[in-house]
């Protein structure tokens, strides 16, 4: 009887140190895990601020863009290029349609 208490307790024994390996290595492997998704996030983290910096850069090339297009679309302006060109505005030659 002896005998068999001693080898339940050597089983139990194997077990436990066989449990507290496993979960060594099942926690180092999470850290690991854990220190690679922070690297991973701090380079995604990174590539987004890049991103957000060229589009307000293209958002005042647009503005600028579109502050150019006003300008050069102007009433005045048309009509300055047109008398360069040797063109004359008319409104004798401006027809309203309306319908009835």
Do not use: C, D, P
Request: net charge positive.
């Amino acid at each position: 009887m002896g005998s068999k208490k001693k080898s339940n307790t050597l089983k139990l024994h194997k077990f436990y140190k066989s449990f507290s390996v496993v979960g060594s290595v099942v926690l180092l492997s999470l850290w690991i895990l854990s220190f690679f998704a922070k690297i991973s996030l701090s380079s995604i983290n990174v590539e987004v601020e890049r991103l957000s910096k060229n589009v307000k850069k293209q958002e005042k090339v647009n503005q600028s863009l579109v502050m150019k297009i006003n300008e050069l679309t102007s009433l005045e302006n048309i009509q300055e290029v047109a008398n360069q060109e040797g063109l004359a505005y008319n409104n004798s030659n401006i027809v309203i349609v309306s319908e009835q």
